[in-house]
């Protein structure tokens, strides 16, 4: 079932800050936000408050909280994202798939990680990534 009038883009939450709903269940499946270097991003317990060197982005409630560089893109190109009135998941993913784990690219929707089903999986006693299969059965990586 898909939760009615949900796409695949998000909805503006701050002048750099962007929420993507679930397919599934209409909740938030992750929001994304422009973070740039030396500015406090709340890591949640036990880390707290951290500042970056780097600009960078931080990726929320898919994964839990995770700051990753901006390598891919530009501050730019992130800027221009979150400034959209409608903000493309599938963009984002093609720029930095990391960035965007809860977009399933078969589907082109969203989902939030209980609906993506994940699976750690682990290379000889270490661990290897996580995939997911989404509602529809669609297997991808959404974290290394």
């Known amino acids: 079932m898909v939760a009615e009038g949900i796409t695949r883009f998000g909805e503006p939450m701050s002048e750099r800050g962007v929420a993507f709903r679930c397919a599934e269940c209409g909740e938030v499946a992750a929001t994304v936000r422009l973070q740039p270097r030396e500015g406090p991003v709340n890591m949640g317990p036990p880390l707290g408050y951290q500042r970056q060197p780097r600009d960078g982005a931080v990726l929320d409630g898919f ?4 700051w990753h560089a901006i390598e891919r893109l530009t501050y730019d190109e992130m800027a221009w994202f979150v400034a959209q009135e409608r903000p493309d998941a599938a963009w984002l993913r093609a ?4 960035l965007a784990p809860f977009y399933c690219r078969h589907c082109e929707l969203n989902y939030c990680r209980a609906d993506w089903h994940p699976q750690v999986r682990f290379d000889e006693g270490f661990y290897d990534c996580t995939v997911g299969h989404c509602p529809r059965g669609h297997q991808q990586t959404i974290d290394d």
């Open 63 to 66: 994964l839990g909280t995770v």
């Open 95 to 98: 720029k930095d798939w990391q």
